[in-house]
């Protein structure tokens, strides 16, 4: 169902059903999304659920980056991208990190934490509104 947000960028939705949902930005809206806090929207029956939901303008070709461990987000993980002309190392809000104003392609990815073994995919797809999603072992 599409919804929108009041003055202060406060949105509710009641009653809604409790599930597991996916949030998504219609392609006409101008933005693009940089980080949710979770990834995951679950609503539990009776709970309220909260999300952080970061938005960015719209470019052609973005990348957003989720690193997780064990189905928990990541918070601090440094996410570097290299292709083309971008070398760019971002730190993740919530076990995300969001790279824009891309060209079409492949880049290479590599995600480091303390406390975990670095990972790095040299073939991530950039097309659109692109979103890769790396698990670290400890």
């Known amino acids: 169902a599409a919804s929108s947000t009041d003055s ?12 597991a ?11 693009d999304i940089a980080s949710m806090c979770p990834t995951m929207v679950s609503v539990a029956p009776g709970a309220d659920t909260s999300i952080l939901l970061t938005l960015a303008p719209n470019t052609t070709n973005t990348l957003r980056v989720i690193a997780t ?17 971008v070398d760019q190392t971002e730190t993740s809000e919530c076990g995300q990190a ?32 692109s979103v890769y999603t790396v698990t670290l072992s400890p």
């Open 8 to 19: 202060s960028a406060d949105w509710l939705e009641d009653p809604i059903e409790w599930d």
């Open 21 to 31: 949902y996916t949030l998504l930005l219609g392609s006409g809206s101008g933005y």
């Open 69 to 85: 461990a064990s189905s928990t987000d990541l918070s601090g993980a440094s996410v570097r991208l290299q292709g083309g002309s």
């Open 98 to 129: 969001f790279f824009s104003g891309l060209t079409s392609g492949t880049y290479t990815v590599t995600v480091t934490m303390s406390g975990y073994q670095t990972a790095v995919d040299n073939a991530v797809g950039v097309s659109g509104a």
